[in-house]
């Protein structure tokens, strides 16, 4: 508390903005950050004083590191450089001993103007009077030779007399051969640690810092790591501007000691077309060490063949170590291309960790060992995570991207119970050591986050938003997302999965006629989900787009009964070319057709949405909304929106669980705020029992 009498308001009173740029008056003269001068920078300029073109030579030399290239810009750029040359020529000059010849060659290049035509030498015999050199201690010969190399002349040819006995040399040649001998001495070599701005433009610097580009040697990394298509990952870099800088780094590649790979310069499947082999087989083959599962080769002691909790006898695997066994464990999950991830994913990284962390079999790890797994995941060391995603043939390659949380920790520790409890069921082990250690720990308990759903005013705002985008097929496929994905409920798997014949209009009696979608969900549970009229609609408008493209939505009176199986969810372009196996097991490129039309996937369709929320966002905060919270939202948001609209809304629990295709309704009844409520008026109904203030 403040004294009496003290007022503390000064304190809080906020500094005037300052105005942007320098202060009134000022007359310091701006440095900007300054450049290396590299052996590209001579060649740009010695190839505009033999007569190229100044754009060819800039493209050429410097496009890949600059972002303007508007003639003018060139011309100022060129400026600029020779300018920098004779700067740092000039502070070379006066850190050393006078150098004739040094300064001859900065002579040279200040003559560098348009009308500069010649440029006169003196004769041998002032040159030797000035050098107080005794003409008869020095041969003509040696001194013709001394007088050459001072003037960096190397061919007589080069010179003529004039009629005052003055010599005379082509001027863009005594330019071209002072650039020369001045990139000997200021031309510098880049290295890895270089800061990006040393090379690059500003504009370009700052693109690239955005991604986490410090260095040369993060460029090169991010390079490496995503392979043919990484300037998609930098804002404003093209693929012509991708190339030259990929050519720029192999030529520095000697003073980086980075190189940059070869399957950089093409994509992975059409390097897979071009050998005939598995793009995902073109890395060094299978060893022991933190690998893919599908490359691991253990060693006999770790093989599991003498395994401490092996049966020993006859499995329904078949299985004669370790490794088969789990992998035929897994092919259960073929069917299930998202479950067979997680769990490969789960069992490789406990695989890897009882190996080579443990030095034991799978078939031998202990309840004790299981104990020490949950405690390394706990705290996964940086040496076991590889941030960005890489081919699983990649070295860079590793189990984790990062720290998992403790609901993915919990998550992991029940995936290799169910391996270990299938590998018993199949007879390989005779026990569970996982099992016990689920008991003792105190897992976290996974919970919804509820709060990832949109409040009415929310939703307000992106109907809103919907509705002043111009009228295309674009606007009309997005309401179908939003509309199907808020008013049923559905996954987005099963939306990227729904057909035209999974549709059908039932007729009950005492209701009006409905249209029905039938939805496959988690564990192959079926269900059946309403469809709004005005969002069957919506559906026939979308297919609409593509009608003449396929027979069955050619009449338009057969709308809204379409029959066939196009997906409800369409690509609006064709599709991009795709390489895979044909009958001979060869690498074959597939059919593109020149149409739309195919089934828009479930990545497809979240970034639609993600592309549309980011647009919600920017509009939101005029709306007097939270801007981060649209940022955030995707299609799972809907979803949550579903059901807790329909809780509110007084749709009984029991119906909302089997619409959204919860496993329970214990599921369900986290949405539900009336108990919240009830707690909250039990509480305000209480009498009040605190102690006065």
Same mark, same amino acid.
């Given at each position: 508390m403040a004294a009496a009498g003290v007022s503390i308001a000064p304190l809080f009173y906020a500094a005037a903005p300052r105005r942007a740029g320098r202060p009134r008056g000022a007359r310091s003269k701006v440095f900007a950050h300054a450049r290396a001068l590299g052996i590209h920078h001579f060649a740009f300029l010695r190839a505009a004083l033999i007569g190229v073109d100044l754009r060819s030579a800039f493209e050429r030399y410097l496009a890949w590191s600059e972002t303007n290239t508007d003639l003018r810009h060139i011309q100022h750029r060129r400026a600029e450089l020779l300018k920098e040359i004779l700067e740092a020529g000039r502070r070379l000059d006066a850190a050393r001993a006078p150098d004739a010849k040094l300064t001859r060659f900065l002579e040279a290049l200040r003559a560098d103007a348009p009308d500069a035509r010649t440029a006169a030498l003196p004769t041998l015999a002032e040159w030797m009077r000035a050098e107080r050199m005794d003409p008869d201690a020095w041969s003509e010969s040696d001194a013709l030779s001394e007088y050459r190399a001072t003037?960096?002349?190397?061919?007589?040819?080069?010179?003529?007399?004039?009629?005052?006995?003055?010599?005379?040399?082509?001027?863009?040649?005594?330019?071209?051969?002072?650039?020369?001998?001045?990139?000997?001495?200021?031309?510098? =070599?880049?290295?890895?640690?270089?800061?990006?701005?040393?090379w690059f433009a500003r504009p370009v610097a700052i693109r690239l810092r955005n991604v986490g580009v410090v260095t040369l040697e993060d460029l090169a990394n991010l390079i490496n790591v995503y392979g043919h298509r990484w300037h998609d990952q930098v804002d404003g870099f093209g693929r012509r501007r991708a190339l030259r800088v990929v050519a720029w780094l192999r030529l520095q590649q000697d003073s980086l000691e980075i190189a940059i790979r070869e399957s950089v310069d093409e994509a992975k499947q059409a390097r897979a077309l071009r050998l005939g082999v598995d793009a995902g087989r073109l890395a060094i083959g299978a060893h022991f060490g933190l690998v893919p599962l599908e490359r691991l080769s253990l060693p006999a002691s770790l093989s599991g063949v003498e395994g401490v909790f092996r049966s020993h006898m006859a499995n329904s695997l078949e299985a004669a170590d370790d490794l088969q066994a789990v992998s035929r464990w897994l092919t259960r999950y073929d069917e299930r291309p998202s479950t067979a991830r997680s769990y490969r994913k789960e069992v490789e990284r406990f695989v890897l960790w009882c190996t080579t962390v443990q030095r034991k079999a799978v078939s031998s790890a202990s309840s004790l060992d299981c104990q020490a797994y949950r405690a390394f995941l706990a705290a996964v060391p940086g040496h076991w995570a590889h941030p960005v995603p890489v081919e699983r043939g990649d070295p860079a390659w590793r189990p984790f991207r990062g720290q998992p949380g403790p609901s993915?920790?919990? =998550?992991?520790?029940?995936?290799? =119970?169910? @391996?270990?409890?299938?590998?018993?069921?199949?007879?390989?082990?005779?026990?569970?050591? @996982?099992?016990?250690? @689920?008991?003792?720990?105190?897992?976290?308990?996974?919970?919804?986050?509820?709060?990832?759903?949109?409040?009415?005013?929310?939703?307000?705002?992106?109907?809103?938003?919907?509705?002043a985008m111009p009228v295309c097929a674009e606007q009309v496929r997005l309401r179908c997302i939003l509309e199907l994905l808020v008013s049923s409920g559905i996954r987005l798997d099963e939306l990227a999965k729904a057909t035209r014949a999974d549709l059908r209009l039932e007729s009950l009696p005492g209701l009006e006629d409905t249209w029905v979608l039938a939805v496959v969900g988690k564990r192959d549970k079926q269900r059946d989900v309403p469809l709004a009229k005005d969002v069957v609609e919506l559906l026939d408008a979308h297919a609409e787009s593509f009608a003449g493209t396929d027979g069955a939505l050619a009449d338009r009176d057969a709308l809204p009964l379409i029959p066939g199986t196009q997906p409800l969810i369409r690509a609006l372009g064709a599709s991009v070319e795709q390489w895979a196996r044909d009958d001979d097991g060869r690498m074959a490129k597939a059919a593109v057709t020149g149409q739309g039309g195919s089934a828009l996937s479930a990545a497809g369709i979240y970034a639609v949405v993600k592309r549309f929320m980011g647009r919600a966002a920017k509009s939101a905060p005029a709306a007097g909304l939270d801007a981060e919270r649209f940022e955030r939202a995707s299609t799972h948001w809907m979803r949550h929106t579903f059901v807790r609209q329909a809780l509110v809304d007084g749709a009984p629990i029991e119906v909302v669980s089997e619409l959204a295709g919860h496993a329970s309704i214990s599921t369900t009844s986290i949405y539900s705020s009336q108990e919240l409520a009830r707690k909250i008026e039990a509480i305000r109904g209480m009498k009040r029992r605190s102690a006065p203030a």
């Open positions: 003037h960096g002349i190397d061919n007589l040819d080069e010179i003529d007399a004039d009629a005052a006995g003055h010599t005379r040399r082509d001027p863009a040649r005594a330019r071209v051969e002072a650039l020369n001998q001045l990139q000997t001495l200021l031309a510098e =070599q880049p290295v890895a640690s270089d800061p990006i701005d040393t993915s920790q919990k =998550q992991a520790l029940v995936i290799v =119970q169910t @391996m270990f409890e299938g590998l018993r069921d199949a007879g390989y082990l005779v026990a569970n050591p @996982m099992r016990s250690v @689920m008991k003792g720990f105190k897992l976290p308990k996974t919970r919804l986050d509820v709060k990832r759903s949109f409040t009415e005013t929310e939703w307000a705002h992106v109907l809103r938003c919907v509705a």
